[in-house]
């Protein structure tokens, strides 16, 4: 790279061009390897591109882009904020919809970029390399988590903006994006939201009919400004149902514990004595809040069906505790 940055500040055509082959494929390599870079590139101190490598993971290609390819990023935001920095910093981007040549890739393709500035000759700025990552690899993860029975997650930006909820018309909405307005604000009360995006912390909140619990997501240690908010909803009388399953079966629980201490005491033998006193055990964990230790019996009768239906119950039960 110092090379190339030199070649650069004396425009030595011939130096530019054999370094400028070595460092793209480089990139190619590491587009190839890693595999979360939609694109690694050099931009020159004008703005232009000057190095451009691309990797489409859903098609499995990847490529160097001929010089009539490149493109003027000179009115791009992430280049101009990038220039601004001393050498040895970095810029993190918002996530946000890739465009090119000015206008939104379709299919849409969410990205997070990495910036840092190049300096060559003493401290003359010559470019900087940006990484664009492929943000869905970490939005899938919001989705997937969709399916979790009693729960949905959204995930929004610093303006309460949705990048990935539940309906998926309401993703992108910002000015930035798709325009259309999605909004946190559309789940939740405006007043919730805000105190959502004035949080610096985890946050727990209720609606009239949900349970939220919020927190921001920075990109790196340190980072003053979130990049985002994730955010886990519970609709009430799904808790209180939940609740209720657990108090019922609590109750159960108590009395049961009572008669098998007296069966045991008086009627079973040695083989059924220890599964009951198992249960027992365990029901008198459950009542001093203990959900953390797993309940597990290989009996092959009606104490094992009992035994997974307590199992149940104790996993929703730590899936709530979790929440709140």
């Known amino acids: 790279m110092h090379h190339y940055g030199r070649a650069l500040v004396i425009n030595d055509a011939k130096a530019k061009e054999e370094y ?42 990847s490529r160097i882009l001929q010089s009539e390819l490149l493109q003027d990023k000179s009115q791009s935001i992430h280049f101009n904020n990038t220039a601004k920095l001393n050498f040895g910093d970095y810029y993190i981007s918002p996530i946000d919809l890739n465009r090119e040549a000015g206008e939104i890739e379709k299919p849409i393709r969410p990205t997070i970029r990495f910036a840092t500035p190049i300096f060559a000759v003493g401290e003359r700025f010559v470019g900087e390399i940006i990484l664009n990552v492929d943000a869905d ?3 899938s993860m919001v989705r997937n988590a969709n399916n979790t029975q009693g729960l949905s997650f959204a995930l929004s930006d610093v303006d ?4 990935e ?20 604000k559309q789940l939740i009360s405006a007043n919730v939201v805000q105190q959502i995006t004035e949080s ?14 919020a927190r921001p997501l920075f990109a790196a240690a340190g ?34 514990s009572v008669i098998v ?5 008086r009627v079973l033998s040695s083989t059924m004595t220890a599964p009951l006193i198992y249960l027992t055990q365990a029901a008198d964990r459950l009542s001093k ?13 009606e104490i094992q069906s009992l035994a997974e239906a307590f199992e149940r119950l104790r996993e929703s039960v730590k899936l709530l505790m979790k929440l709140g």
């Open 289 to 301: 809040g203990d959900m953390n230790t797993e309940i597990q019996i290989k009996s092959g009768d």
């Open 200 to 213: 610096q912390n985890l946050t727990t909140l209720e609606s009239d009919d949900k349970l939220i619990t």
């Open 137 to 139: 690899a970490f939005l």
């Open 223 to 256: 980072q003053q400004q979130p990049m985002g908010y994730l955010v886990a909803f519970a609709e009430k009388s799904t808790v209180l149902k939940l609740l209720d399953h657990f108090l019922i079966a609590f109750a159960i629980f108590f009395v049961l």
């Open 261 to 265: 201490a007296v069966i045991v005491a």
């Open 160 to 163: 309460g903006y949705l990048m």
């Open 20 to 61: 400028g082959r070595s460092i793209a494929r480089d990139f190619l390599s590491i587009v190839k390897n890693r595999r979360i870079y939609n694109q690694i590139r050099f931009i020159g101190a004008d703005g232009k591109e000057l190095i451009r490598v691309e990797h489409n993971e859903k098609e499995g290609n």
């Open 165 to 184: 909820n539940q309906n998926p018309v309401l993703n992108w909405g910002s000015s930035l994006n798709l325009s259309h307005g999605g909004n946190l």
